[in-house]
Structures are given as C-alpha cells and as structure tokens.
C-alpha cells in the first residue's frame, strides 16, 4: 500500500521563517509588545505567551518522564494500547521506514507512548528528545503540536520556526487528541511530525479522520465487552462467589544508582513524593551495580569474580564480609534492596544512571543521552564486572552518535573528555559540517595537534 505522505501537496501560504524567528527572538528576549508579534497566528501566539509564563526554555530539552520499565507497564494498560494498530494501519500503510514522517500516540499529559514511522526522520528527531517516554506538553517543551492540541482540546498544526522551543523548529507537526467516545475524557493524543507534508491539509484531515476512526473502535469495543459481560451473567453458574479479597496495589519505592563521572555513587530513593539520597562506597557502588546489571543472580563465586578479579586470594571470605556490611547499610536507608543470596540477588529494580543512557540510544535519543552522560562509570574502579559496564556505555554511546547523530549532536560529543582527542569522530564533524562553516577551523587545529603528538 502506498504511503500518505509519499505524496507532495502544496503548503497553504504562511508567514515568512525570517519574520517568525525575528517575532520569537523579541518574545524570548523580553518584548512581548514587539510589533512583529502582531503578524504571527493567534494560535501560536498565545502559545507562545503561555510557555514564556511558564518559564519554558528556548533551547531545553523535554523532560523523560518514564522509564524503559514504567513506559512498558504504563502503555500495556493504556486505553488507545487497544488501537495502536489501526493508528499504524491509517498513518503509516506499506513501509514505515520509508514514509517520510515519524508517527507518536501520547497520553492524555503529553507522554509520548509510541513513537514510530521513518527511520531517517525518528533518528534526526530524536536528538530533540521526540522519544518514548518524553513529556512533550505545553508546559514542558512550549509550542508544539502535541502538547498545544491537548492544550486547546482541538487538532492543531505547528510549522517550523511557530515552535517556541528553537531545538524543534526544523520540523513541523499535526496532532489532534482523542477522547473517551462516551465521556469525552481526553485520553491521549496523535501526533505526525515531519517535513512540509506533515502540515498539508490533506495531512490535518488525515489525522482527524485516524482520531474518529479510533473513538469509533473503542466505542465498538466497549460495547461488544458490556454484551459479553450480559451473556456471561445471564448464565446460571454452580460456583459460589469468591470470597477473595481484591488485591491491594501500591506505588512502589523506585531506586536509582548513580555511577556515571563519579567514584563515591549516589543511591537515590523516592517514596511516596519524597527522595533521599545516599553516598555509597566504592566497594558497596561496585556490588549494587554488578547486581543491578546481572538481574538474575550471581553464585558467590561468580560476584567474587567480577567485584576483586584476580586481586583477592581470599575473595570468597572477603566478599562475605563486605555483603554482611552491604546488608547493614541498606537496612538502614533502603530496606528493599537487601540482597538476597543463593545466588545473590536484587528482588526490587534498581535502576542506574548508565543503563538509563542506554535505553535512550536505544530509543534513538541522542541528544538526551549526550545530556545524560556525565563521564565514565565509576572512573577509578578496577572491578571487573564495573570495567565491562564502563566500556559497554562508552562504545554503544559512540558508536550510536558516529552512526547516527546529527552533527550538532556530535559536535557536542567533540567537546567530551570521551570525544576529545577521538580523530574519526573529527574528521566525520567536518565531512558533515557545511564547506563554509566556522565551525570546521576549530575541528582542522584539534587534527593537527593530535596528528603533531601522534
């Protein structure tokens, strides 16, 4: 089947880029009575007035509010998890990979649930942070249509430069909410974000209709469950009620280690609003992360293994003793994360900040993740199972930018302690860097002075 948007429609006409970006820049910069202001859409405009109140950065990236494991959970139990594939099969018919736009059902927050569609153009927006998990509201990113559509309670289109946040205005985006076909609850949102024909008309009919036809479904579906429901009821059944009480469900503490740029690691723990923060030693940072990273156990020996190498002779008595005082500790400011032994074990997830930037390059968020990267993972430890994590975060983060990053991002990466004298990364900086450009100077100089030490 052929793709919607494979097609080229003429774009309604518009206020010039150059104006637009002259009535944004007076905005941010403090003079909201600009008289350029007066030529932008209404729409937008007053967008533009609430992300300023809200004091929404220019240049700042979305906020990730879930994590790889709550997204999972939260999207599983999601009314529209139920009509994601007629949102595919309307949206992005044929190959995705090659449809020229990138597809997004959010929540009714601004949450990005899902997000797929073309390859090219899911890498290059997911440097701005336009990933799963990302609160692309109003209040978090500004002007963009997700979070206005929700906004406004209407389908809406942004262009280019009518974003406020400067880090999104390459593109432009339709997006329309959808509701609960009996409250009018908003449930979520729907989103086409690309190039022009991402803002045609054809493609804000397009995405109306998808929002129709999904209302419609969840409409039909509901229905067909209550008729079930009768059936089964209007049946005489021999067995007794239950008796069982339902279970009771509470929001769990959530853990997270930090490793990355520092040595003394930070256990945070969030509880029911509040956090608490903890500097671990190194030897315990070593042991929670080896545990963290190897979820279904270690024998003893094994742990040994990864936390002492070949230092300790007496490592199995050594690692005893260091366990017993783990246990010490973590009785005292996490009690759910005691180990627990045969093998050795967490029972509760522990995340930590470096499988947290390896979820984002999986997720095609490089920008984020360049932003999350905060040096190496617990630099000073010779723990083996802590060098294999260290080497793991360092060559997926490069090879995921040098493959795919944009030169903005990688350019950012240049001016790491990882990507520093990294010459490959350089001379891909200045392949992609326009032949005019003032930033490729600065890129020659670095070259020569590696090839000069080389």
Request: net charge negative.
């Amino acid at each position: 089947m052929t793709s919607p948007w494979s097609a080229r429609f003429e774009v309604a006409p518009a206020t010039s880029r150059l104006l637009i970006e002259r009535a944004h820049d007076e905005l941010v910069a403090g003079n909201p009575e600009d008289h350029r202001l007066a030529d932008i859409r209404p729409l937008v405009r007053e967008s533009w007035r609430r992300s300023l109140q809200s004091f929404v950065g220019a240049e700042d990236l979305p906020p990730l509010d879930l994590s790889a494991e709550e997204l999972e959970q939260y999207r599983r139990a999601h009314p529209l998890a139920s009509v994601i594939d007629m949102v595919r099969a309307l949206l992005l018919p044929g190959t995705p990979e090659d449809s020229g736009v990138a597809v997004a059902v959010g929540d009714a927050a601004g949450r990005l649930l899902w997000v797929e569609g073309d390859r090219r153009v899911r890498s290059l927006t997911g440097d701005m942070g336009f990933v799963e998990g990302a609160n692309w509201s109003e209040d978090a990113v500004g002007t963009a249509a997700p979070g206005t559509a929700l906004r406004l309670d209407r389908s809406v289109q942004i262009r280019g430069a009518e974003h406020y946040n400067r880090l999104v205005q390459p593109w432009s985006c339709t997006a329309a909410p959808v509701h609960d076909p009996e409250t009018r609850r908003i449930l979520g949102v729907i989103d086409v974000t690309g190039e022009a024909e991402a803002v045609t008309p054809q493609a804000q009919l397009l995405v109306d209709a998808t929002v129709r036809a999904v209302e419609g479904e969840l409409l039909v579906a509901r229905l067909r469950a209550r008729a079930q429901d009768a059936a089964r009821a209007s049946r005489p059944s021999s067995r007794p009620p239950s008796s069982r009480p339902s279970a009771r469900t509470t929001e769990a503490d959530r853990f997270t280690l930090r490793v990355l740029g520092r040595d003394r690691a930070l256990l945070e723990v969030a509880r029911e609003g509040t956090e608490t923060v903890t500097e671990l030693s190194p030897r315990h940072a070593e042991l929670l992360l080896v545990l963290a990273t190897h979820r279904q156990g270690l024998s003893a020996e094994r742990l040994g293994d990864l936390v002492y190498g070949e230092d300790a002779g007496s490592s199995a008595v050594t690692l005893r003793a260091e366990m017993v005082r783990l246990r010490r500790a973590l009785e005292r400011t996490a009690p759910a994360l005691v180990p627990a032994s045969r093998p050795y074990r967490l029972t509760v997830e522990l995340e930590t900040d470096a499988h947290q930037v390896l979820s984002l390059l999986h997720r095609g968020a490089h920008r984020v993740a360049l932003a999350a990267f905060h040096g190496d993972v617990l630099p000073d430890s010779v723990a083996p199972g802590v060098a294999e994590v260290r080497e793991t975060v360092r060559t997926s983060l490069r090879d995921a930018l040098m493959t795919e990053a944009s030169v903005d991002v990688l350019l950012a990466f240049a001016d790491t302690d990882l990507g520093h004298d990294d010459a490959e990364l350089l001379e891909l900086c200045l392949r992609m860097l326009p032949a005019r450009s003032p930033k490729r100077a600065p890129l020659v100089a670095r070259l020569e002075r590696l090839a000069a030490h080389g």
